[in-house]
């Protein structure tokens, strides 16, 4: 069957529904606009955590310290991959970010493709995961088994994935190559 010439009506419906559909994208902008926000809370919660990690750090034993410092670590690895969400989501749907030429503008933005992304993010769930697990680890004396059965379970099973996901991704890339 032959492509038949499109009437001017049709064409010019189909572009404004097209153009239409490619201007949506910016309703994705309040989501990313509420994990800056969500950041904000972390931030607040992270201040809470770290004047609470006083007493455990200079007078606590060194498992208190470390779980102390472990809850400082997994609010900063949070607030990271947050922002790796929003700068490559809002980079590779809705706008480039131009900020002019900066020194600390990071390498990775602009770069950062949804495999990219994908790989990026479970590393990172699974490297909160490990923090977590660590958690578990330097109270194992006082550790619920079950729980702590269960958290190396997810953690495994995040491991997994992320081993998945890479596989995946490379063996997408060998075909197009």
Sequence with gaps: MRDEPKSGLLRRTES??????????????????????????????????????????????????????????????????????????????????DVGPSEDRPKWMGSVGLSDLKIKLIGSIVAISAIDLLKYFFNVRTSNPTEMAWAIGIHLTLVVSGVLFAVMDWIADSKRK
């Design 16 to 97: 404004l529904l097209e153009l239409m559909l490619f201007r949506t994208r910016w309703l994705l902008v309040p989501f990313y606009l509420g994990l800056v926000v969500a950041i904000g809370f972390l931030l607040i919660k992270f201040a809470g955590a770290l004047v609470a990690s006083y007493a455990p750090i200079v007078h606590g034993n060194s498992g208190e310290a470390m779980i102390a410092i472990l809850g400082l670590v997994d609010a900063a690895l949070v607030a990271n991959l947050l922002l790796i969400i929003i700068f490559a989501g809002y980079e590779n749907f809705i706008s480039k970010i």
